[in-house]
């Protein structure tokens, strides 16, 4: 079967850094996605990866190891904003997106 | 990026109703568009996936006859819950996507629509 694993939930304080940790099984793979859903809300779209390495933007960053099936965002100068469930999402090989189920990151001045 | 609008943004109705939610994409063509149905503090479910002209997809376990998928044009797609019930009552969420558009395509996410059936 397909599977999405993330931490249920993190705290973090404000200024800091946190990592939020995505493994993945899945039948196929056509790329990686991570989103954040603040509470009541439709996700926004955080980024993307297909290849190997990291992709930078802004204070946020995600990682991909295809190899390991593994992925990271990395959330920089936290903000109290940034309090969330953040989603990684693979895209499998019908190109469906298999979603995990979610980690929430609380902030804490 | 693109816009994706969805209609009601919330709704309560009463049991054995119909409810029809709309979701359109503004600024681009949708050849797929997706239905997601998230119950409080769990992960988006994909229930069924549309392309413009054909019959919808439908997840396992989603009853077609119950929730009907209309995808008449390359903007709009209607999601009608059928005779309601309040375990039908969720937060449903449209996405629209071009998967003719090369390497790199995104899920545009509607702002979602919350549904009370009492």
């Known amino acids: 079967g397909q599977n999405i694993d993330q931490p249920t939930e993190m705290t973090a304080t404000e200024g800091a850094i946190v990592q939020i940790n995505c493994t993945y099984q899945?039948?196929?793979?056509?790329?990686l996605f991570w989103y954040q859903q603040h509470a009541g809300e439709a996700p926004t779209f955080l980024s993307y990866?297909?290849l190997d390495g990291l992709e930078e933007k802004g204070r946020f960053s995600s990682f991909l190891s295809r190899s390991k099936g593994y992925s990271y965002l990395l959330l920089k100068e936290l903000q109290m904003k940034d309090s969330a469930s953040y989603l990684c999402?693979?895209?499998?090989?019908?190109?469906?997106?298999?979603w995990g189920a979610g980690t929430k990151l609380i902030i804490k001045p | 990026g693109a816009v994706v609008s969805q209609h009601p943004s919330w709704v309560i109705c009463k049991s054995g109703t119909s409810v029809k939610i709309e979701c359109r994409s503004l600024?681009?063509?949708?050849?797929?568009m997706f239905w997601y149905r998230q119950f409080p503090k769990q992960s988006l479910m994909l229930m069924a996936t549309?392309?413009?002209?054909?019959?919808?997809?439908?997840e396992q376990g989603v009853e077609k006859d119950k929730f009907l998928i209309n995808h008449a044009s390359l903007t709009l797609s209607t999601l009608t819950v059928t005779s309601a019930h309040p375990e039908d009552s969720s937060f449903y969420i449209c996405?629209?996507?071009?998967?003719?558009?090369?390497?790199?395509?995104?899920?545009?996410f509607g702002p979602g629509t919350r549904l009370t059936v009492l």
């Open positions: 990866n297909v």
């Open positions: 600024d681009f063509q949708a050849t797929t």
């Open positions: 996405s629209a996507g071009n998967l003719a558009g090369g390497d790199y395509n995104e899920q545009f």
């Open positions: 899945t039948s196929g793979f056509n790329g």
């Open positions: 999402a693979v895209r499998d090989s019908n190109y469906q997106l298999i």
């Open positions: 549309s392309n413009e002209g054909s019959k919808a997809t439908y």
